[in-house]
């Protein structure tokens, strides 16, 4: 039980991070017109304060995720969000190395299937008014009732 939240927990942060990280990327792309994206403080903020607090919140001791933390700290010293708006070459190169700790994220995020459950079409319930068909049920078979 405990490994078993040690693990969510380990994917809690890497996928935190990630959305972080792409999010970043995204923003840092050119638009359609060739100029750049607008972007808010918060994008570089919201990664900023995460990268700061990762090793308190890292309880598992999630090595490869502490050196993805590592690099993207690295990356962003001594940046700014205006330097990120305003000088071309630092959001260039910004860019390009959040789309690579994106890639190498994505290779450590477990994507969990969504819990399927058999659903069986009910009885109209007229009192409602529904048509007919129009309920599904939830079956531990797929065979029983409510």
Do not use: W
């Not at 942060?13 to 999010?23: F, I, N, P, S, W």
């Not at 700790?101 to 450590?108: R, S, V």
């Not at 007229?126 to 007919?132: A, L, S, V």
Request: glycine share 10%; net charge positive.
């Amino acid at each position: 039980m405990m490994a078993e939240a040690g693990r969510e927990i380990q994917q809690v942060l890497r996928t935190a991070m990630g959305e972080l990280v792409k999010h970043m990327r995204d923003r840092l792309k050119d638009g359609p017109e060739g100029k750049p994206l607008r972007f808010k403080e918060t994008t570089v903020s919201n990664l900023v304060e995460f990268l700061g607090t990762f090793d308190f919140r890292n309880v598992t001791d999630d090595a490869e995720l502490k050196g993805l933390v590592e690099k993207a700290r690295e990356m962003l010293v001594g940046v700014s969000a205006d330097d990120l708006r305003t000088t071309s070459g630092v959001r260039a190169k910004v860019q390009q190395g959040m789309a690579d700790l994106a890639a190498e994220l994505d290779t450590m995020i477990v994507k969990k299937p969504g819990r399927k459950l058999p659903l069986q079409r009910g009885m109209a319930d007229p009192e409602k008014g529904e048509p007919d068909g129009a309920r599904y049920r939830i079956c531990r078979s797929g065979l029983g009732g409510y």
